[in-house]
């Protein structure tokens, strides 16, 4: 059953392409938002790098729950993005900042790195693999 589901999900045009956070496309499973709100809440992150941006519901839903729990105005979401969508460059809060460009250019890494507090951060890495812990060396 849960093959199929996923299946479905995945295939439907009326699931995950449909989905969206405060009026942004959100491109998730709602059962993965309640995880990443559960990690989000416990691990308290002082960073979350997403690479995939898309058209920027993710960012927002994670920079809405760092304002939720209170977390300091230095916690950042940072969205990078190969083509980067104006709608995803129309968000304002202040938390989000965007980067254009491959996610696996070690150059851009080192921009996104200087950006990042010093501390342990999240890291949801949309084009390969999902909820990779991400430390800034
Ligand atoms: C499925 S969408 C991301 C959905 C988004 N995370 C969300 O939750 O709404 C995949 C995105 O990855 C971007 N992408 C693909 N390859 C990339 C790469 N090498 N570097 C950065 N972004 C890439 C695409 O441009 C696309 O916007």
């Known amino acids: 059953m849960v093959p199929a589901f996923h299946r479905y999900w995945y295939e439907a045009d009326d699931t995950w392409l449909a989905n969206t956070y405060l009026g942004y496309e959100i491109f998730q499973c709602p059962l993965d938002l309640q995880l990443y709100q559960e990690l989000i809440f416990r691990l308290r992150p002082d960073f979350i790098v997403q690479t995939g941006v898309a058209q920027g519901g993710s960012l927002l839903y994670f920079a809405t729950l760092l304002d ?19 709608k995803a460059r129309s968000l304002s809060n202040p938390r989000i900042k965007l980067f254009e460009g491959d996610s696996v250019d070690v150059r851009l890494i080192d921009e996104i790195r200087a950006v990042l507090p010093r501390a342990a951060g999240w890291c949801a890495w949309t084009p390969t693999t999902a909820g990779d812990t991400w430390r800034p060396s």
């Open 68 to 86: 939720l729990i209170e977390a300091p105005p230095t916690a950042v979401v940072v969205g990078v993005d190969i083509v980067m969508s104006e």
